[in-house]
């Protein structure tokens, strides 16, 4: 071997090292993630309360599209617009069509099963309030990406600053998309229509 050959053999040697690294690094990456898109990890498992006192999960809104919110009942203008909108939305569907909708408090300590049923007596009754301990709530949260955190004010009081994405999901409960609820009720209708 020429002094030549022995110059290009350093580089290849190189790349090939480098190569092997980088394919040994996407294996361990891949692996660990599987085919899990970004939108699979929105969404999951998760134990509350409803605005009934009962005690449900994601199994039991299943077989149908469910529309998921996260609020809480003194907000003053975000949330309130937020359930008229989507209240509009399900008045599209035949009560028979299995579709619910979700309205998930940030604010466990305030809103209480009895809290959630009154406020919720002035939208469709398909939307369900869920709340629980403050560890559950915290868990959904989690579960989907959702921020949420308390604002102090005066007096004592205090409002929430959180996230404000109304959630598709489909009849398995999985993440589809986020609704875009300035768009007309009818054409809002007819993406979740695609997924019973």
Not at 8 to 20: E, H, K, M
Request: with cysteine; charged share 20%.
């Amino acid at each position: 071997m020429n002094a030549q050959q022995k110059k290009l053999l350093l580089p290849i040697a190189i790349l090939a090292l480098g190569l092997v690294s980088l394919i040994g690094a996407a294996f361990f990456i891949l692996r660990d993630t599987g085919s899990k898109s970004p939108a699979a990890a929105v969404g999951g498992p998760f134990s509350m309360i409803d605005h009934h006192g009962a005690r449900v999960s994601e199994a039991s809104y299943r077989g149908g599209p469910m529309i998921v919110f996260f609020g809480f009942t003194h907000c003053p203008d975000v949330c309130p617009t937020t359930l008229f909108e989507m209240s509009e939305v399900l008045r599209l569907f035949p009560k028979e069509r299995k579709v619910a909708a979700l309205f998930v408090t940030v604010d466990p300590e305030r809103d209480t099963a009895e809290k959630l049923k009154d406020y919720l007596s002035s939208f469709d009754a398909r939307i369900f309030g869920l709340t629980g301990p403050r560890a559950d709530v915290d868990a959904m949260l989690k579960t989907f990406r959702v921020y949420a955190r308390k604002v102090p004010q005066e007096g004592g009081e205090y409002t929430m600053d959180h996230t404000a994405i109304v959630y598709l999901m489909d009849k398995q409960g999985r993440f589809v998309n986020a609704l875009n609820m300035q768009q007309p009720p009818a054409q809002i209708a007819r993406e979740i229509q695609r997924f019973f």
